[in-house]
Structures are given as structure tokens and as C-alpha cells.
């Protein structure tokens, strides 16, 4: 049975199976059909995000914003494609900004993780820089869209929460692969930064977890971030 390309998570707000439940990237559609898209992907997912998009009923001349969580190639690679069809450059945390201009990962903190990243074609194709975000930045996206910076992952990794349907987007923050978990050490920049910031998750108020790495949470998704947390405090 075929996947479709997207999943409805909230009014106006869907996910996009990039690679299975595994890689997802997101849609926001705003009352007057505004699109925002968040994240696109390989370098091979540009034409999914395009084609989850059309299959909403929108197109690429309805998208006004196009977003990242940070500058990883499995989030930031499609970005190429989908800002050459909308002819719009992309907006990310102020600390990925060079990242994201160059097509270059942020450095890993780890051995493993910096052999990786000297591996051909560890990098992304460039994509311009349309606004670079700040920690609680409210943009104007179907309600309002805050951009929670949590780095650690990356220096400007960040999560997102869509304040009018109560949808998180954690980010690489938290996995939900099989069950809810770190990313992996050696892809992070400072892992143990990014077991510190995740905790400010667990501050917020939302009604749905969405990860960009496995499916989301509709039940008690707050409650189980906690507890997943409180089983790993902070240093």
C-alpha cells in the first residue's frame, strides 16, 4: 500500500515522510494558503517536499518561507531544489547562517563524528540565507511559529513550536526511533550541550511531539518528553 506524502498532524499543519518515518520535513498552511515548509531533506528529497506540497493542494507559488532546524545534510540537502522552485532562500538559527551559505556541517566534537564529515559528500549545496532567527522569535506562520534555540547538535540547532495548533518539532533535539532516545554523539557538535538544552522541551506547553527523526506523539507527548528527560538531568 503506497505512503502519502503527507500526514495530517494538526489543522494547516502536516508531515512529510522524506525517507519513511525515519527523515520527515513539515508543512504549515496558513488561513489565506501562505506556505511555510521546514526542512527538506537529502539532496534527493527536494522533488518530495515539492511533491507532498501539491499533494495538499497547494504549489510552490504559495510557499513564502522556507526553514531549517540546522545545517545537517539529511535536513538542509534538499533545500537547494525547493528554493530554486520557489525562488526563496531559507531561514535558520543565526549560528547555522555560514553553515548554511557554504554547504558546509558544523564541526562534530567527536573523532568518529569529524572522520565522517571527511567523507565525500558529507556537505549540502549552498542555499542563501533569507533571515537569520534568534531564540524566541515569533514568526508570522498560520498562528505563530517560535523558533526554541537548542543547540548542541549543532551551534544553531533549533526546535519549533507552531503556537496555534499546539504542534513541537523537536528537531534533531530528541529521536523517536522506536522509542524516544539521543541523537547519536558523534553527529553532534556538543552532545552534552544538546542533553542540556532539550530540557527547555519539557517547558513548554504543546499537544503534539513531531520529530524530524521518527514519527510523532498525540498522546501525552509532553508527558512522556518529561519523563524521558528526567531519566536524563541535565549536568
Known sequence: MARDPAVLLAPGVWRIPLIGDFTNGFIFRDADDQVTLLDMGLRTSGKKVIAALRWIGSDVTDVTRLLLTHAHSDHAGGAAHVAEQTGLGVGVHADDAQ???SGTVPPFGST???????????????????EELTDGQVLPVAGGLRVVHTPGHSPGHASYLHEGSGVLVTGDAIFNVRRLRWPLRALCTDFRMT?????????????????????ELRERPREDIRAFLARHPAD
Open 195 to 215: 542533553q542540556r538544552t532539550a530540557h527547555r522541551l519539557g517547558e513548554l506547553d504543546y499537544t503534539t511531539a513531531a520529530f524530524t527523526h521518527g514519527p
Open 112 to 130: 568518529p563524528g569529524r572522520l565522517l564529515a571527511r567523507l565525500p559528500g558529507s556537505g549540502f549545496t549552498a542555499v542563501p540565507v533569507a
Open 99 to 101: 553553515f548554511v551559505r
